[in-house]
């Protein structure tokens, strides 16, 4: 009997030591979902819906210095540039499934009233470093405006956004997005990881590792295919930033 239970709590303590499963992180939201669209609030509504670890949306600093949420600098249909025009003549702008771009704070009161998801808050990069201070101070603002400070990551391609963000949130995981980078410049940064493309980790596998010795974390973007997706969960990310969520949560419960 005690060695029936001394080799089952050594099958436990095996199963313990096997490199946790990624989180999942809808990428622009769950936007790929029906009725949706990139970045739009409906988005997060269906990646909250599922039960992801997180969803992702990309934020700029108008003109007239508001923040919007949008991906892409220029509209494709209008030639509007998300910094070069003010909120007003950008909010008018439609989504595919009829939403208005929205306002930072319109997407936040949605984040607010949906506490089980994460916000991983993507700042665009700006045409010069004093607009992108700006800007870090105003998303500032607006996370502890709407209560979602504690629950929101940031993520940034620029240095000058991570760092701003790192003095005025010391304690927030702030993720370089730009791959040019390994993990130990990271880590002489203080940020909390890195956020890399598929195409650099696998350009760099070791740096996965390496992060990992560091005490820093990794997220891969943006995988879509099940065998990216294995590929990586092998690898021992711990975050994995996708376009359909449900492939991969049903991939991670097999």
Same mark, same amino acid.
């Given at each position: ?106 997407? +936040?009161? &949605? ?10 808050? *993507? %700042? @665009?990069?700006?045409? $010069? =470093? ?83 010795? +560091?005490? &820093? ?10 065998? *990216? %997706? @294995?590929?990586?969960? $092998? =690898? ?19």
């Amino acid at each position: 009997m005690i060695r029936q239970l001394v080799l089952a709590a050594a099958v436990l303590l095996a199963g313990g030591a096997a490199t946790a499963q990624p989180k999942v992180i809808a990428h622009r939201g769950y936007w790929t979902a029906p009725g949706s669209a990139q970045n739009s609030r409906t988005s997060f509504t269906k990646a909250d819906s599922i039960g992801v670890y997180g969803s992702e949306i990309d934020v700029w600093l108008t003109a007239d210095n508001r923040l919007i949420v949008n991906h892409d600098r220029h509209h494709k249909d209008t030639g509007i540039d998300m910094e070069r025009n003010t909120a007003r003549e950008i909010t008018k702008i439609v989504l595919p499934n009829g939403e208005n771009i929205p306002t930072l704070d319109e997407y +936040l009161e &949605l984040v607010a009233a949906k506490p089980h998801t994460r916000l991983i808050l *993507e %700042m @665009k990069s700006l045409s $010069e =470093l004093q607009r992108e201070d700006l800007a870090a101070e105003k998303i500032v603002r607006a996370l502890r405006k709407h209560g979602v400070l504690e629950r929101t990551d940031i993520i940034a391609f620029s240095i000058n956004a991570c760092l701003a963000f790192k003095k005025l949130l010391p304690d927030t995981k702030i993720y370089y997005l730009n791959g040019d980078l390994p993990p130990r410049s990271i880590k002489e940064l203080g940020l909390a990881g890195i956020d890399y493309s598929m195409e650099d980790l696998r350009r760099h596998p070791h740096w996965v590792e390496q992060a990992h010795e +560091l005490g &820093l974390e990794v997220n891969v973007w943006t995988v879509d295919s099940e065998e *990216e %997706m @294995k590929y990586f969960i $092998e =690898l021992g990310v711990d975050y994995i930033t996708t376009d359909y969520p449900e492939r991969l949560q049903a991939l991670l419960t097999r």
